[in-house]
């Protein structure tokens, strides 16, 4: 079984939607980063969290340490939010993630 | 800055060939990655190094793939031999200690006939 699990795998959604994507991981973290890859394949780091909630722009990520969830939200979902979205957990206080297979989202107009 | 540097940015190449990858991180960070990315097995760490010492190479797959930090500003990646099945795209990413966000480069896509 992996340590990391994401679903769904694949979504698709409407502009405007509401999106919510979602994580659990089974060992302990000492945070929890969620990652956005781009059709053209670049990767950039959306947030970094180990508790609560943290919102930047029409994203808002959610984590409960106690449940080892995790939840990646898009309000007003727009075609250009189309991509994969990948979980990932660091376990020690070292660098080194552990990844989710990704959710690939698709936003049609 | 400009980001995290790879090149090549694509590699094509014959099976037994030997393949070097490049990757200048962030200036001033301290922690450097190599990550593999297969259809198969998504995004996978193969090595990670602090201050230039390698830390933990339990991900790198076989002894024909190796990597070395001469200094703060570059790292390589070899294969050698290389087998069709090495074909992934490989990326570089670096961060800062104490702030653990990291950057990722824009990945090497390998392919080995």
């Known amino acids: 079984k992996n340590e990391v699990e994401q679903s769904p795998q694949n979504l698709t959604a409407q502009e405007g939607e509401f999106i919510t994507i979602n994580c659990s991981y089974s060992v302990g973290i000492s945070a929890l980063h969620w990652l956005q890859q781009h059709p053209g394949g670049g990767i950039v780091s959306l947030f970094m969290l180990s508790s609560g909630k943290k919102k930047h722009g029409r994203l808002i990520a959610t984590i409960n340490i106690q449940e080892k969830h995790s939840s990646l939200h898009i309000t007003a979902s727009h075609p250009r939010d189309s991509a994969v979205y990948i979980c990932a957990v660091r376990k020690g206080s070292q660098g080194n993630l552990i990844f989710g297979k990704g959710t690939k989202l698709s936003v049609k107009p | 800055d400009a980001g995290v540097i790879q090149s090549p940015r694509h590699e094509v190449t014959e099976m037994g060939q030997e393949v070097t990858l490049r990757c200048k991180p962030i200036?001033?960070?301290?922690?450097l990655f190599w990550y593999r990315q297969t259809m198969m097995r998504g995004l996978e760490l193969l090595i990670y190094f602090n201050n230039n010492v390698p830390i933990d190479d339990s991900g790198m797959p076989e002894d024909r793939f190796s990597a070395k930090m001469p200094n703060a500003s570059f790292s390589t990646l070899k294969i050698q031999p290389s087998e069709p099945r090495d074909s992934a795209v490989y990326f570089c990413?670096?961060?800062?200690?104490?702030?653990?966000?990291?950057?990722f480069g824009p990945g090497t896509r390998l392919t080995v006939t």
């Open positions: 200036s001033g960070h301290d922690y």
């Open positions: 990413a670096s961060s800062f200690v104490g702030h653990y966000e990291q950057y």
